[in-house]
């Protein structure tokens, strides 16, 4: 069974660009949500895909936008970087629609910079 | 709005020792996950806790939930240098699916 895989693993951005980051799911899964984590900060919901929908969404602005594939695997990208979006990016894989299997997987992480 | 509330936020303790985290959230959530992470990693899955008064252990960590007070506790038995980690508790966002909403973490340094 292959687990959850993020590229890259690490990247360096300046303030203004555009950034895509990559998440594939563990095999078995439909549901993708990624997640924002700050340093010493627990990690925040950005949205998540299910179906190659959005199926929800947290306290993140429109720059934050995202993709879903047929394959389960998905993009969050992210325009106009800002200083305060130098994080941990956290891809998480389940599978919705098993009742009370919601054990949410997740991947390495990308390490955001921006400077 | 959803809160997901753990204390202490930081824990040193000494090997041998035994302790307590806690986990208090606003929603009427019956499910509780409790998930670990090591400096500069990703979360690894501990306990997924699916109903009021769920108990599960595994090595030196139990875990229960309690959903009419809605409180979760993580309990620690005879520490060992190990088990030194960040400790999050979280929750099911409403209407996102099955999103999560986490707590800010609890660092627990074991010390000998």
């Known amino acids: 069974e292959t687990g959850v895989t993020q590229s890259p693993t690490h990247l360096i951005k300046t303030r203004g660009q555009q950034v895509t980051l990559r998440c594939s799911s563990q095999?078995?899964?439909?549901?993708v949500s990624w997640y924002q984590q700050a340093l010493g900060q627990g990690p925040q919901f950005i949205f998540q895909y299910y179906r190659e929908e959005e199926n929800g969404r947290g306290n993140f602005p429109p720059r934050f936008s995202g993709l879903q594939f047929p394959n389960y695997s998905s993009e969050l990208n992210v325009n106009a970087l800002e200083l305060d979006d130098s994080a941990l990016y956290l891809c998480?894989?389940?599978?919705?629609?098993?009742?009370?299997?919601?054990?949410?997987?997740f991947g390495p992480g990308t390490r955001l910079t921006v400077l | 709005e959803l809160k997901v509330e753990q204390n202490p936020l930081f824990l040193s303790m000494q090997e041998g020792k035994n302790y307590t985290i806690y986990c208090n959230y606003s929603?009427?959530?019956?499910?509780l996950y409790w998930y670990r992470q090591d400096p500069g990693k990703s979360l690894e899955s501990l306990f997924v806790l699916l109903s009021n008064g769920a108990v599960k252990q595994e090595g030196r960590l139990m875990a229960s939930l309690d959903t009419k007070a809605r409180l979760s506790t993580l309990h620690i038995t005879a520490a060992v240098h190990d088990l030194s980690a960040t400790y999050f508790c979280a929750v099911d966002i409403e209407n996102s699916g099955y999103a999560l909403n986490f707590g800010k973490g609890t660092s627990l340094l074991v010390t000998p």
């Open positions: 929603t009427t959530s019956d499910r």
């Open positions: 095999s078995g899964h439909n549901t």
């Open positions: 998480a894989s389940s599978s919705m629609g098993l009742a009370g299997q919601n054990e949410q997987f």
